[in-house]
Every structure is written in C-alpha cells, then in structure tokens.
Nanobody
Framework: QVQLVESGGGLVQPGGSLRLSCAAS????????MGWYRQAPGKERELVAH???????NYAESVKGRFIISRDNAKNTVNLQMNSLKPEDTAVYYC???????????????WGKGTLVTVSS
C-alpha cells in the first residue's frame, strides 16, 4: 500500500497564491508518476498537472502559465505552486501516484484524501 498525505489547501483571494504538497509513503513500492487532480462541485475529476520520474511535466490548459508542479524523488514528494488563482480554481485537489510494486511488478494507482482550495473574495 502507498499512503498519500496532502497539505496546503485553504481560502485565498482571487489573484493570490497557494502551495500544495503531497508526501508518498509505503514499503515494497517504487513511486513512479505523480500528479494533481481536482474536482469542483458538480463536475468530474480532472487532471491539473502531472510529472514523471524523469521530470517531464504536463498541465491542463486552464492552469498553464499559472501553476507549477515539482517533485523531490528522494523524498517522494510532489508540490503544486498555484499562482494567479481564479474563482474557477475552487475545488478539492487530490494527489495521485502510479507506483510499481516490487513484489509483483505491477503498477497501481493511489489517491490522497484531497485538500480543499477555495478562491473567493
């Protein structure tokens, strides 16, 4: 099993910034891709940003130029720096990882419990 613990959500005014962090832990797994997804009320969960083990990144069009994803492979952490926040960024943000089991060598998908980001004046 892999546990993902998110932190950093909260209330911020439009135009403000927040930094989300996620720490992955677990034995018998090798953390591979990591990313952030979000789910707004009444909407489906969507990809926000994703980073591979090698550092390649991709972003949702709606956050390009405003959000930056980064990771520390040694610590199995991933961060999301969110700048120029807009009310439409309001959502529960979930950390995600694809981890390789060192027992059966299959990939498994894990999710954090989510952290709420509210952008409002």
């Amino acid at each position: 099993q892999v546990q993902l613990v998110e932190s950093g959500g909260g209330l911020v005014q439009p135009g403000g910034s927040l930094r989300l962090s996620c720490a992955a832990s677990g034995t018998t797994f090798s953390i591979n891709d990591m990313g952030w997804y979000r789910q707004a009320p009444g909407k489906e969960r969507e990809l926000v940003a994703h980073v591979t083990n090698g550092g390649s990144t991709n972003y949702a069009e709606s956050v390009k130029g405003r959000f930056i994803i980064s990771r520390d492979n040694a610590k199995n952490t991933v961060n999301l720096q969110m700048n120029s926040l807009k009310p439409e960024d309001t959502a529960v943000y979930y950390c995600n990882t694809k981890a390789l089991s060192t027992i059966d060598y299959h990939y498994y998908n894990y999710w954090g419990k989510g952290t709420l980001v509210t952008v409002s004046s």
